[in-house]
């Protein structure tokens, strides 16, 4: 069981950045992969990026590579999502994701955090 709690929402502008954070609960952090997810009003829940349990490999949805920057430091049990170059279509709640799974992480992960607001202002 893991718990996940989101953080560093907000409001940006345009071409601004954004450093997401989401802390884990529990031990056995570093053996789970890790997952950004993202919901806009009106769409179904897309999957940002993903990153495996020791941080050599992640993923990245073709809308958001170059851009953003999945991380994480399992000594903080922390995943992170830095996004640069911010835009109006960006806007979504985005939610962090957990599973042992690398690869169902990105499809249909067991944990979910709460959701954080993130809106890009033109």
């Known amino acids: 069981q893991v718990q996940l709690v989101e953080s560093g929402g907000g409001l940006v502008q345009a071409g601004g950045s954004l450093r997401l954070s989401c802390a884990a609960s529990?031990?056995?952090?570093?053996?789970?992969?890790m997952g950004w997810f993202r919901q806009a009003p009106g769409k179904e829940r897309e999957s940002v990026a993903s990153i495996d349990w020791s941080g050599g490999s992640t993923y990245y949805a073709a809308s958001v590579k170059g851009r953003f920057t999945i991380s994480r430091d399992n000594a903080k049990n922390t995943v992170y999502l830095q996004m640069n170059s911010l835009k109006p279509e960006d806007t979504a709640v985005y939610y962090c994701?957990?599973?042992?799974?690398?690869?169902?992480?990105?499809?249909?992960?067991?944990?979910w955090g709460q959701g954080t607001q993130v809106t890009v202002s033109s």
């Open positions: 529990g031990r056995t952090f570093g053996s789970y992969a």
């Open positions: 994701a957990a599973d042992g799974s690398t690869l169902r992480v990105r499809v249909r992960p067991n944990y």
